[in-house]
């Protein structure tokens, strides 16, 4: 038996096949565009989305005997779809920041309703992109039927059917974490309208089955199980805790993973409760359980601008973190060329001429990293302890030397490469083997 996951990441879609014994038997990738029509804008049009799906799924599973199929993507984006489908505006991505005022409108909520959601405010999270639509897009607003995450876009395509899942829900700022519900309450507060939130369901619930169309665009036959499937950092976590993982100590472990953005992922427990600092999310895992998550923009997404500025390619930007590379007084990197945190903008500082290429490449690796350690800081800080004893490290360069070394001096924590680079599809392969089939009937 083969299992498909199929990752809808920020600027390409990754889809794996992997057996039930988890070895990979195929792997797909496709880039999509995202569109920054204004300052502090960012959104895609899903059609692009599903050219990427379609180019990944073929290259990694076309024509294969498919058992089940699991979907999974980047979190707090906001699709509007109508009764028939239909996209009125384009995705709104987690890049997003648009919607500050409505962010700020949050706070102005009564404690006991905001306390329910257990994150604090983010112009990149759904229910503040919902508000700006309800205010700048009233005529997309109306004619829609749903409000939808991305990965839930995606698989209403394959199957027809609308659902999210806890994992995806927690993270749209419009969710009971402790009742596992919608909080209307919140969205009533608000002057959302509540007919928009879809049903929740498990992410390893059957969704439906793949439809004929789909099917024969992505090369694959009709009728496959596709299960409801999970947020990124939730199919991630999943498989960095799945037998043939790195062996990590009890709960004493966090995840690294580094893409687009970069998150830093710690089981939070039982009875874990939200962040009085806002600094640190809490979010629903796969298994019912929450997980404690200090993310930061400013990780892939800067490094690639640097690369490109620097006109080098990514193993070149990665050999600078060599310790023969360092130099005396070398410039230092402010990596916030995303406004985040109360950082407003990034560059290097103390540039001479002396400096070259090099330095400013290895200054901004070490930025970065720096960057990374603040957002660890801020994961103890929830967490009221010292760890995390061992971290898995995941996504872009986590096989490079390098840069592991580099990120393991400044961070002051052992890291260990994921058993795969791929580990958020390899999560929602995980998913799909062990999609929840309803009873057959006597």
């Known amino acids: 038996m083969s299992f498909l996951g199929v990752d809808l990441g920020t600027s390409q879609a990754k889809a794996l096949l992997a057996a039930s014994d988890g070895t990979e038997l195929g792997r797909g990738t496709a880039g999509y565009d995202i569109s920054t029509p204004q300052d502090g804008w960012a959104e895609t049009d899903p059609a692009q989305w599903w050219r990427a799906v379609r180019s990944a799924v073929r290259a990694a599973a076309a024509g294969a005997e498919v058992s089940a199929i699991a979907v999974t993507g980047q979190m707090h984006g906001l699709v509007l779809i109508s009764e028939r489908h ?9 890049l997003d920041r648009r919607a500050a005022a409505e962010a700020a409108a949050y706070r ?23 508000m700006w639509l309800a205010r700048h897009r009233p005529d997309a607003y109306g004619q829609a039927r749903w409000q939808l995450q991305p990965k839930d876009w995606l698989r209403l395509r394959l199957t027809g059917e609308v659902a999210t899942d806890p994992t995806d829900a927690s993270a749209t700022l419009l969710y009971d974490l402790a009742r596992d519900a919608w909080a209307t309450e919140v969205a009533d507060a608000l002057g959302l309208r509540t007919d928009l939130l879809p049903p929740i369901r498990r992410s390893t619930e059957l969704a439906g089955h793949l439809l004929p169309e789909a099917a024969d665009e992505l090369g694959l036959p009709p009728g496959i199980p596709v299960a409801i499937g999970a947020a990124d950092t ?10 043939g993982s790195a062996e ?6 966090a995840l690294l993973t580094l893409g687009t953005g970069g998150q830093w992922v710690r089981p939070a427990g039982s009875g874990a409760g939200p962040d009085p600092s806002g600094r640190t999310g809490l979010f629903r895992a796969v298994d019912g359980s929450a997980y404690r998550i200090a993310s930061g923009q400013n990780i892939g997404v800067t490094l ?6 620097l006109r080098v390619t990514w193993d070149d930007l990665y050999a600078t973190a060599a310790p023969a590379a360092v130099t005396a007084s070398p410039p230092v990197f402010l990596p916030w060329l995303v406004a985040e945190a109360g950082h407003a903008s990034g560059g290097w500082t103390g540039v001479t001429l002396a400096h070259d290429r090099e330095d400013l490449l290895r200054a901004a690796l070490t930025g970065v990293a720096g960057l990374l350690r603040e957002l660890l800081g801020d994961l103890r800080a929830a967490q009221a302890g010292p760890g995390p ?5 995941s996504g872009g360069g986590s096989r490079n030397q390098g840069w592991r070394d580099l990120l393991a001096e400044v961070l002051g924590v052992p890291l260990c490469p994921a058993g795969t680079p791929w580990l958020t599809a390899r999560g929602a392969t995980l998913i799909a083997a062990g999609i929840d089939r309803p009873p057959i009937s006597a």
């Not at 990590?248 to 472990?253: A, E, K, V």
């Not at 004893?389 to 490290?393: I, R």
């Open 86 to 94: 239909v996209v009125p505006v384009p995705a709104m991505l987690w």
């Open 389 to 393: 004893a061992k971290v898995m490290l």
């Open 248 to 253: 990590l100590p009890g709960n004493d472990w």
């Open 234 to 243: 939730a199919a991630s976590l999943l498989a960095a805790e799945h037998p």
């Open 108 to 130: 102005e909520l009564p404690g006991h309703l905001l306390s329910v959601l257990g994150n604090a405010p983010s112009a990149g999270m759904a229910g503040p992109m919902l």
């Open 304 to 309: 690639d601008w640097v690369r490109r500025m």
